[in-house]
């Protein structure tokens, strides 16, 4: 008779988000996230851990402004009752090194500047203020079982952490990659014609050439 074996019991780790600054020094817009992690006194070997973010848009307000900005996401505020939803943002993956009780990492989550991505287009829409965010945490923990025996175990989607990031610091870290400027994608076809036109009217620059370009107001 085949006995299977016990189950094993996995440390109960939880998670809290302590704070969230934009990358001094990064080529691409980077947050960097202080995540403190809890392992309720296991000794923890490493996490291999994948982390999902979501923007939790219902759990905020928002003005005139910011709602006309939201019309392509959301459609007219007078249907924001079945129309506002959560958002999802990014995914990444972050190795946590041993650790014994508890420990808090640095988990750096870099920022699109494309505005065909629905994160980067909600918050561009904003004035200021903060966007509520849920973290979602799944991986591998590696610990110390009985008798100092390494153990390894599933971490479910079920574990997640919550915080408010201010607007004013994804826009820090989107000026310091990108100073004054801003991303615009085009079709191949629409590109070549703008590159045409510039080169015809001998324009040094493509702010020139779509000043050109666009109406006087």
């Known amino acids: 008779m085949t006995v299977a074996p016990a189950p094993v019991t996995a440390p109960p780790l939880t998670f809290a988000v302590e704070g969230v600054d934009a990358a001094e020094h990064a080529v691409l817009p980077t947050l960097c996230f202080r995540l403190r992690i809890d392992a309720a006194g296991w000794e923890i070997r490493s996490l291999a851990l994948n982390v999902q973010l979501r923007i939790d848009a219902v759990r905020r307000a928002y003005d005139d402004a910011e709602r006309s900005g939201l019309f392509e996401l959301f459609g007219a505020s007078r249907d924001w009752g079945r129309s506002l939803r959560g958002l999802r943002w990014t995914t990444t993956s972050l190795n946590v090194p041993g650790f014994s009780g508890a420990t808090t990492v640095e988990l ?16 561009h829409a904003l004035s200021g203020g903060e ?4 973290l979602l945490f799944s991986g591998t923990v590696f610990f110390a079982g009985a008798e100092g025996r390494l153990q390894v175990a599933h ?3 079920d574990r997640e952490a919550r915080c408010d990031l201010p607007v004013q610091v994804w826009r820090d870290a989107v000026d310091r990659a990108f100073p004054g400027t801003a991303w615009l994608r085009v079709r191949r076809d629409v ?3 703008l ?7 001998a324009l040094l620059t493509w702010d020139a050439t779509l000043e050109e370009l666009l109406p006087d107001e």
């Open 195 to 201: 590159q045409a036109y510039k080169s015809k009217r």
């Open 131 to 134: 966007v509520p965010l849920e």
């Open 155 to 157: 971490i479910p989607w």
């Open 191 to 193: 590109f070549d014609r």
């Open 108 to 123: 750096p989550v870099a920022c699109t500047y494309d505005f065909d991505v629905v994160a980067a287009k909600y918050l």
